[in-house]
């Protein structure tokens, strides 16, 4: 979580800006300092809790995010709550190596497929690593990740997007996925429960101001399932809700008919 951030001195003055009104002013204002957006300027908003730290209304709020967007001043997804704020690299700048790869490492992880997209062709250009020796570049050999020196800078045509097949899963069910193996798990969560289920607990979640990821789905899922002894009780009736019949054992009386004798389970001994 970043403790400091950067803010346009003249952020307000912007002709974009001057002419919104103040509760808008005050949105845009707080995304540009939020933690929610991270180093990349783009991430997940909960509207709830982002509601509640500026003292709006969430329809408020969420009105006044459609008004920035219509300005030019940030990009959103609904399907997956993210938003972008648009000229964070006008003065947002990454010159160092390490720090780059950490932003580009951070872009390849937008859920949104249209908001990567976005964030990837305003990259700023990856900083040259230092030379060494005599001033010339490094070799090969010392910038591979099995040499002695650093890995090269990765660059924004490096971001690799997942696939397309991943993302419309993603937008299907609403989840946040961060890794491969998200991916796989939510893919088995829609085939138990349904992509109907999946989207529900994940509307339940956010409406709750949490972050709809796998591990948070999953529990969800764990809290809703009935408890054993309730899976009993509904075993135990039939598909009206009546109860099923006592299991029974049968015998054969001296008429020779078969009769039908319900089972005891525990007898009590009862001596007279």
């Known amino acids: 979580m970043r403790e400091s951030t950067l803010v346009p001195t003249n952020l307000l003055n912007w ?15 707080a995304l540009w300092s939020s ?9 997940l908003v909960p509207v709830n809790p982002f509601a509640s730290t500026l003292g709006l209304d969430p329809a408020a709020l969420q009105s006044g995010l459609d008004i920035l967007e219509k300005a030019g001043l940030i990009a959103s997804d609904h399907k997956t709550g993210e938003i972008f704020v648009c ?13 780059y790869a950490s932003l580009v490492s951070s872009v390849a992880k937008i859920e949104s497929f249209e908001l990567r997209t976005i964030v990837t062709s305003l990259l700023p250009p990856a900083p040259a690593y230092p030379s060494k ?9 010392a910038i591979s990740p099995k040499g002695n020196g650093n890995p090269p800078a990765p660059t924004a045509a490096s971001v690799a997007a ?19 193996s998200d991916r796989v798990q939510i893919g088995a969560l829609t085939d138990t429960h349904g992509i ?18 796998i ?10 399932e009935p408890s054993k002894a309730e899976a009993a009780k509904i075993r135990a009736r039939g598909l009206d809700g009546a109860l099923m019949p006592t299991p029974r054992s049968q015998r054969i009386g001296y008429d020779g008919v078969v009769y039908d004798t319900p089972v005891i389970k525990n007898p009590v001994r009862v001596t007279i």
């Open 15 to 29: 002709p974009r800006v001057a002419t919104l009104l103040p509760d808008l002013k005050l949105i845009l204002l």
């Open 35 to 43: 933690t929610y957006l991270g180093m990349r300027g783009c991430g």
């Open 87 to 99: 000229d964070w690299y006008r003065f947002h700048k990454f010159n160092s190596p390490k720090i």
């Open 133 to 141: 020796g005599n001033g010339s570049a490094p070799s090969a050999a």
């Open 162 to 180: 997942p696939s397309r097949t991943a993302d419309v899963q993603c937008e299907q069910t609403g989840a946040v996925i961060r890794d491969e």
């Open 196 to 213: 109907d289920k999946i989207r529900q607990i994940v509307s339940e979640i956010r409406t709750n101001g949490g972050y709809p990821f």
């Open 215 to 224: 591990s948070e789905i999953n529990k969800t899922i764990r809290k809703n």
